[in-house]
């Protein structure tokens, strides 16, 4: 089974605080994804990444930024966190050239 | 711009009650589209319906892509409490970037 794994369920930061959140996968894929996830507007993509070191903008990559380091793992920066930011975070993997993405349980974030 | 909408966004039924899930798409370049089924954890994959028009089931779920009225949907027979969730449809765009475009998903809530 694939295994797609986000470090925390839930987190709690202040407004300004510099933020991690880390996804890890098991299954040698080569793309990745982060989304957020609000009420009324599904899931939105904001970075991915289809190699090692590399990145592409999603839809909403403002006030964000991604690393990749190692193929397994995926990181969402949040340099200062702001309130709207607040929302449910989601991670994916997929094989390259393959159809069906796979998700992580998602952390949900609160910005205070 | 390419768009996918779900509906309703919402819906109560009672168990044992047939439903029906919509989902449209306007995209430039068609792949596949994917349904999605979301509880308080990560969306897992249900279908994955492409311009073959062939028609998928599991159990009690199966669905159908119409690619004349730009369509899909999905349909639960004999519903029952573990129904209720998030059901996320999205669509596959023919770039090998994996990337997903998602609807707003519907949520579905069955009474006993």
């Known amino acids: 089974d694939v295994k797609v794994t986000q470090s925390s369920r839930y987190l709690v930061k202040r407004t300004g605080e510099k933020v991690f959140l880390e996804c890890v996968q098991d299954?040698?894929?080569?793309?990745m994804f982060w989304y957020r996830q609000d009420p009324g507007l599904g899931l939105r993509l904001i970075y991915f990444s289809y190699d090692v070191k590399m990145k592409e903008k999603g839809d909403i990559p403002e006030g964000y930024s991604v690393s990749r380091e190692k193929k397994e793992r995926f990181s969402l920066i949040l340099e200062s966190a702001s309130t709207n930011q607040t929302s449910m975070y989601l991670c994916?993997?997929?094989?390259?050239?393959?159809?069906?993405?796979?998700f992580g349980a998602g952390t949900r974030l609160s910005v205070l | 711009e390419d768009k996918v909408v779900q509906s309703p966004l919402s819906l109560v039924v009672h168990e044992g009650d047939t439903v029906t899930l919509n989902c449209s798409y306007e995209v430039t370049n068609f792949r596949s589209l994917l349904w999605y089924k979301q509880e308080k954890k990560a969306p897992t994959f249900l279908f994955m319906l492409t311009s073959s028009g062939i028609e998928k089931k599991s159990g009690r779920l199966s669905s159908i892509l119409d690619k004349k009225e730009l369509s899909s949907i999905l349909n639960i027979t004999a519903t029952q409490t573990g129904d209720s969730a998030i059901y996320l449809c999205?669509?596959?765009?023919?770039?090998?970037?994996?990337?997903?475009?998602f609807g707003q998903g519907t949520t579905l809530q069955v009474k006993p």
């Open positions: 299954m040698d894929h080569e793309n």
């Open positions: 999205a669509f596959h765009g023919s770039s090998n970037t994996g990337k997903l475009i």
């Open positions: 994916a993997s997929e094989n390259r050239g393959g159809n069906i993405q796979y």
